[in-house]
T-cell receptor, first 113, second 114 residues
Framework: DVKVTQSSRYLVKRTGEKVFLECVQD?????MFWYRQDPGLGLRLIYF???????EKGDIPEGYSVSREKKERFSLILESASTNQTSMYLC????????????FGNGTRLTVT | AQSVTQPDIHITVSEGASLELRCNYS??????LFWYVQSPGQGLQLLLK??????LVQGIKGFEAEFKRSQSSFNLRKPSVHWSDAAEYFC????????????FGTGTRLQVFP
């Protein structure tokens, strides 16, 4: 079974802090994604990556950056956390085509105070 | 622009009752359509998908969905809901077969009463 592991289930950070959210997948998937989930807004794509060291902006990249130094790991970085970044963050990985489903982690609930 | 609309934010049904969750999409080309479920504290799990062919597709956990091109809809159904079906349900559209980038709807939260 594919496993996508997000390192923290809950995080509480202060405004202005630099925050790292980590995601690791164990199935050698090419593609990895970071989504943000908010009530009434569904899942919105922040960034995605099709290969190591490769990244593309999603629909809401402002205030975020990403890093993919190894194929299995995709990090989401909040350079200077703000209260409006309080949210649930979901990582996903996939093979690169629609014939196989995306596999999601259980999410990291981030609170910025 | 491509979009997915789930008009029902929250639905409550009694256990054993039938269920229909609505999904409408806006996309010019042939859509690739999905339903995912998110149980409390979990990530999303694929229920079913539609690419082409038979417009009625079967999924896991007894769910099915029907693609209606004329209505731009892909509604999810289950004839008899179980308490364990309480979750959030997301409809999604894929833009291209060769990429797994998806656009998700806003979700419908299903509550099941005994």
């Amino acid at each position: 079974d594919v496993k996508v592991t997000q390192s923290s289930r809950y995080l509480v950070k202060r405004t202005g802090e630099k925050v790292f959210l980590e995601c690791v997948q164990d199935m050698d998937h090419e593609n990895m994604f970071w989504y943000r989930q908010d009530p009434g807004l569904g899942l919105r794509l922040i960034y995605f990556s099709y290969d190591v060291k490769m990244k593309e902006k999603g629909d809401i990249p402002e205030g975020y950056s990403v890093s993919r130094e190894k194929k299995e790991r995709f990090s989401l970085i909040l350079e200077s956390a703000s209260t409006n970044q309080t949210s649930m963050y979901l990582c996903a990985s996939g093979t690169g085509g629609l014939d196989s489903p995306l596999h999601f982690g259980n999410g990291t609930r981030l609170t910025v105070t | 622009a491509q979009s997915v609309t789930q008009p029902d934010i929250h639905i409550t049904v009694s256990e054993g009752a039938s269920l229909e969750l609505r999904c409408n999409y806006s996309y010019g080309a042939t859509p690739y359509l999905f339903w995912y479920v998110q149980s409390p504290g979990q990530g999303l799990q694929l229920l079913l998908k539609y690419f082409s062919g038979d417009t009625l597709v079967q999924g896991i956990k007894g769910f099915e969905a029907e693609f209606k091109r004329s209505q731009s809809s892909f509604n999810l159904r289950k004839p008899s809901v179980h308490w364990s079906d309480a979750a959030e349900y997301f409809c999604a559209v894929g833009l291209s077969y060769n990429t797994d980038k998806l656009i998700f709807g806003t979700g419908t939260r299903l509550q099941v009463f005994p």
